[in-house]
């Protein structure tokens, strides 16, 4: 700084190695631990103080957690612990998506969690008019790329539509006896559940069965 002879100040000059010996240490940052571990597992550690304060931030934000809309302790204790499920749900999926993503050259504005998803509700499965369920379009490239961040891919998708083709067409057989509109009300009943084979048809006996004793028993009155 350079000052008149009335010590007024009247001009500054900025102190070049000064400003170098700082701009050489612009980035850069210091993590102290008390344990022995390397410099990668420091800054991830590190990191994940800042991810659990967004998982709570995302459980206010994505499930709805804002406000609790309960009345007891025990359906609160219950939203709790539903949401913290989910939201090991949904972190396992961003963690997949977040890996895959960084594969790629560029990232795409699909390998978010809503926009996966949105993208996946696409594949869906339609019944043709012999009765037999198949896609209702091919894997698209999008899909693609996002199913293979969970081990995935349009081989699967189908051979899983295949089975679950093969599934609806048994319990069709099985329910050929009901009334009409009942047999497809109970296809999408089990399409939407997620159940197995086994699990409807064991339902579909017990159903059968209660019929029986119902008539067994009319006829014994």
């Known amino acids: 700084m350079f000052f008149d002879r009335t010590g007024v100040f009247t001009v500054a000059q900025e102190k070049n190695d000064v400003v170098q010996r700082e701009l050489r240490l612009c980035g850069y940052f210091v993590i102290i631990t008390s344990e022995k571990m390397t410099a990668e597992e420091t800054l991830d550690l590190y990191e994940g103080r800042d991810a659990s304060e967004k998982l709570f931030r995302g459980d206010k934000s994505y499930l709805g957690n804002k406000s609790a809309r309960v009345y007891t302790n025990e359906s609160l ?22 890996d895959e993503a960084g594969k790629l050259e ?3 504005n ?4 809503p926009a996966a998803i949105r993208e996946l509700e696409k594949i869906e499965l339609i019944r043709g008019f012999d009765r037999k369920y198949r896609l209702d379009h091919a894997v698209t490239k999008t899909q693609k790329t996002i199913l ?13 539509a295949a089975r679950i083709s093969e599934q609806l067409e048994i319990i ?16 999408e009943a089990f399409t939407k559940s997620g159940k197995t084979y086994d699990e409807v048809l064991k339902f579909l006996r017990s159903r059968s069965e209660n019929g029986e004793t119902d008539r067994n028993e009319k006829r014994r009155r």
């Open 172 to 187: 069709e057989e099985k329910s050929g006896g009901m009334k009409n509109g009942e047999n497809d009300e109970l296809i």
């Open 106 to 108: 560029k990232m795409p």
């Open 148 to 160: 293979k961040a969970f081990d995935m891919d349009a081989a699967y998708i189908k051979s899983r």
């Open 110 to 113: 699909f390998m978010t969690v």
């Open 77 to 98: 204790e219950a939203k709790i612990f539903a949401e913290f499920i989910a939201l090991i749900v949904r972190n396992r999926i961003y963690k997949r998506l977040k």
